[in-house]
T-cell receptor, first 114, second 113 residues
Framework: DAGVIQSPRHEVTEMGQEVTLRCKPI?????LFWYRQTMMRGLELLIY????????DSGMPEDRFSAKMPNASFSTLKIQPSEPRDSAVYFC????????????FGSGTRLTVV | SQQGEEDPQALSIQEGENATMNCSYK?????LQWYRQNSGRGLVHLIL?????REKHSGRLRVTLDTSKKSSSLLITASRAADTASYFC?????????????FGKGTHLIIQP
């Protein structure tokens, strides 16, 4: 298994541009999580899905952030318009059960908004 | 919001020594997990301990959990240079287990060769 696959690995964009981050979870995992990591705030849970359905998006910082999971093998996190304070590393993780099991993380997307 | 708080924030020891990291949390939990993150990489799951367990071992790792004190410790025995990384505790709150993990800010461990 190739693990959780995220793309792109690095993204540099100008303020105001739309950014789309992509994630392919491990086949058979039914829970998917998007986290953001910064030095100041550590790892923050943005949103998670169970069986492709968004369960809790209370961690999404603003309406500029949106996430979708159209099928079991693909999810996107979109920021529109992007701002410099969105600069962070964004991680996707998946898990085989709803609770009680460890997560498998992707390698992350390092986003820089200038 | 942060749930787990790791202590110390940074730890530097000699290769071969044991490394102990602590984690405190605030709410009732289903389980507590430890993860490792190497620089520039994603997090790797190390071990999970459930709320009804007190101690768990995995290779050179030993985790303890004290739910009365809301604390956990991770012990790495006979440390190696490759153990240099940041270590995070994460909690799954009780109440269904479908709320996602809440992570602490981590302990940065440096193993001096």
């Amino acid at each position: 298994d190739a693990g959780v696959i995220q793309s792109p690995r690095h993204e540099v964009t100008e303020m105001g541009q739309e950014v789309t981050l992509r994630c392919k979870p491990i086949s058979g995992h039914n829970s998917l999580f998007w986290y953001r990591q910064t030095m100041m705030r550590g790892l923050e849970l943005l949103i998670y899905f169970n069986n492709n359905v968004p369960i809790d998006d209370s961690g999404m910082p603003e309406d500029r952030f949106s996430a979708k999971m159209p099928n079991a093998s693909f999810s996107t996190l979109k920021i529109q318009p992007s701002e410099p304070r969105d600069s962070a590393v964004y991680f996707c993780a998946s898990s085989s059960r709803t609770g009680g099991y460890g997560y498998t993380f992707g390698s992350g997307t390092r986003l820089t908004v200038v | 919001s942060q749930q787990g708080e790791e202590d110390p924030q940074a730890l530097s020891i000699q290769e071969g020594e044991n490394a102990t990291m602590n984690c405190s949390y605030k709410t009732s939990i289903n389980n507590l997990q430890w993860y490792r993150q190497n620089s520039g990489r994603g997090l790797v799951h190390l071990i999970l301990i459930r709320s009804n367990e007190r101690e768990k071992h995995s290779g050179r790792l030993r985790v303890t959990l004290d739910t009365s004190k809301k604390s956990s410790s991770l012990l790495i025995t006979a440390s190696r240079a490759a153990d240099t990384a940041s270590y995070f505790c994460a909690t799954e709150d009780s109440g269904g287990g479908a709320d996602g993990l809440t992570f602490g800010k981590g302990t940065h461990l440096i193993i001096q060769p």
